[in-house]
């Protein structure tokens, strides 16, 4: 069996054509600076973040709802803390509440169900903003909701679905040779979802663990597939990750929820890449549709570039000079999970 120092050194020898690979989530992005990889491997191999950071791309004109909400008489919006410094059109979450508006940071949306019983004279909304991975907690929020009979809580969505995400990438960012495919969401809808993608773009998806042996393991799984000019889907992470996913999670998706086109900020519509309300779930949807898709970037921001794998945060212009987490200008500064904010935690360490 070979081991990690023959990997290593086979990576870091490794001299050939420029080989571009995209991690999707944001966890890979701060397990990959944690683990030092980049200095384990050959220049030649580019690590680059993808799309996978669910605040990064939700649209200006959700947050400006949620903002509009905030601001309206005996109305309350409830969150998780990430979206309070993310820009709409005009203003933030955290700028909505210091001119007046209501607005709670959460840690899960079950503490909705508690607040809104506590407090019937407030109609409050929940802002659902993921991936799959969080999807399923606000079909039990909407369960809860009904067998509740709760009448003052409702959800505004922006739940966005990987692989729509991932067709659009390979489609259009011809550059990219392969993917790790984000494991928290693979979690959820199963490894099998990227055999296709595999397939019919011929670039490797593989599936891998957080730790900075699965990481390396899953860049020399790549780089072998390449080298024989192979290109198919594996699961290096089948400790979390099944064939099909996790059919209780799936199962309350589908009950719920149905997959509609949306927009993604940054990059623009895409097919059947986020996921609404079922029409008989719509009472409890705050007005999830929108007509139109108004964005106005920040000047000079790059969030589109970066989530595209075009450039990395440190080719930005603004990158820890203009913007930085204390005054972040784009989405991918504010977010946990966004590439941006997660290379200015750890610049010098590229
Ligand atoms: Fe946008 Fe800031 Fe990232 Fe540049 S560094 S792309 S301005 S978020």
């Given at each position: 069996?070979?081991?990690?120092?023959?990997?290593?050194?086979?990576?870091?020898?490794?001299?050939?054509?420029?080989?571009?690979?995209?991690?999707?989530?944001?966890?890979?992005?701060?397990?990959?600076?944690?683990?030092?990889?980049?200095?384990?491997?050959?220049?030649?191999?580019?690590?680059?973040?993808?799309?996978?950071?669910?605040?990064?791309?939700?649209?200006?004109?959700?947050?400006?709802?949620?903002?509009?909400?905030?601001?309206?008489?005996?109305?309350?919006?409830?969150?998780?803390?990430?979206?309070?410094?993310?820009?709409?059109?005009?203003?933030?979450?955290?700028?909505?509440?210091?001119?007046?508006?209501?607005?709670?940071?959460?840690?899960?949306?079950?503490?909705?169900?508690?607040?809104?019983?506590?407090?019937?004279?407030?109609?409050?909304?929940?802002?659902?903003?993921?991936?799959?991975?969080?999807?399923?907690?606000?079909?039990?929020?909407i369960d809860?909701?009904?067998?509740?009979?709760?009448?003052?809580?409702?959800?505004?969505?922006?739940?966005?679905?990987?692989?729509?995400?991932?067709?659009y990438i390979?489609?259009?960012?011809?550059?990219?040779?392969?993917?790790?495919?984000?494991?928290?969401?693979?979690?959820?809808?199963?490894?099998?979802?990227?055999?296709?993608?595999?397939?019919?773009?011929?670039?490797?998806?593989?599936?891998?663990?957080?730790?900075?042996?699965?990481?390396?393991?899953a860049v020399?799984?790549?780089?072998?597939?390449?080298?024989?000019?192979?290109?198919?889907?594996?699961?290096?992470?089948?400790?979390?990750?099944?064939?099909?996913?996790?059919?209780?999670?799936?199962?309350?998706?589908?009950?719920?929820?149905?997959?509609?086109?949306?927009?993604?900020?940054?990059?623009?519509?895409?097919?059947?890449?986020?996921?609404?309300?079922?029409?008989?779930?719509?009472?409890?949807?705050?007005?999830?549709?929108?007509?139109?898709?108004?964005?106005?970037?920040?000047?000079?921001?790059?969030?589109?570039?970066?989530?595209?794998?075009?450039?990395?945060?440190?080719?930005?212009?603004?990158?820890?000079?203009?913007?930085?987490?204390?005054?972040?200008?784009?989405?991918?500064?504010?977010?946990?999970?966004?590439?941006?904010?997660?290379?200015?935690?750890?610049?010098?360490?590229?």
């Amino acid at each position: 069996m070979i081991t990690l120092q023959q990997i290593t050194r086979e990576l870091k020898e490794y001299d050939g054509r420029e080989i571009k690979i995209m991690e999707v989530c944001g966890t890979h992005t701060s397990s990959i600076f944690k683990n030092g990889i980049r200095s384990l491997i050959s220049p030649k191999i580019k690590l680059i973040s993808g799309p996978g950071c669910p605040v990064c791309v939700t649209p200006s004109v959700y947050v400006d709802k949620l903002v509009d909400i905030s601001l309206k008489e005996n109305h309350c919006v409830l969150t998780f803390g990430d979206m309070m410094k993310v820009k709409g059109n005009e203003h933030s979450l955290t700028e909505a509440a210091a001119i007046g508006g209501k607005v709670k940071v959460v840690y899960s949306p079950l503490d909705a169900v508690k607040i809104a019983t506590e407090d019937a004279n407030t109609q409050y909304v929940f802002a659902a903003v993921g991936f799959e991975t969080t999807t399923p907690i606000y079909g039990i929020l909407i369960d809860e909701i009904i067998k509740k009979q709760i009448s003052n809580l409702k959800i505004l969505t922006s739940l966005k679905t990987i692989t729509p995400a991932l067709t659009y990438i390979c489609e259009n960012e011809k550059n990219i040779d392969a993917f790790i495919a984000p494991g928290h969401v693979s979690v959820i809808i199963g490894c099998d979802a990227y055999k296709e993608l595999a397939e019919k773009y011929h670039k490797p998806f593989v599936v891998a663990g957080f730790e900075g042996e699965h990481i390396l393991a899953a860049v020399y799984e790549i780089f072998l597939q390449l080298k024989e000019n192979k290109a198919c889907m594996k699961n290096m992470y089948i400790s979390a990750v099944s064939d099909k996913g996790n059919m209780q999670a799936l199962s309350v998706i589908n009950q719920y929820f149905e997959p509609k086109d949306d927009f993604w900020r940054g990059i623009g519509v895409i097919e059947k890449s986020s996921l609404r309300l079922k029409p008989e779930y719509f009472q409890y949807d705050a007005g999830s549709d929108f007509d139109e898709y108004k964005e106005s970037p920040p000047k000079g921001c790059k969030c589109k570039e970066v989530i595209l794998g075009r450039i990395s945060p440190a080719e930005c212009p603004l990158f820890a000079k203009q913007c930085t987490p204390l005054s972040a200008v784009g989405p991918c500064m504010v977010s946990a999970e966004g590439a941006c904010g997660i290379w200015y935690k750890n610049r010098g360490r590229e």
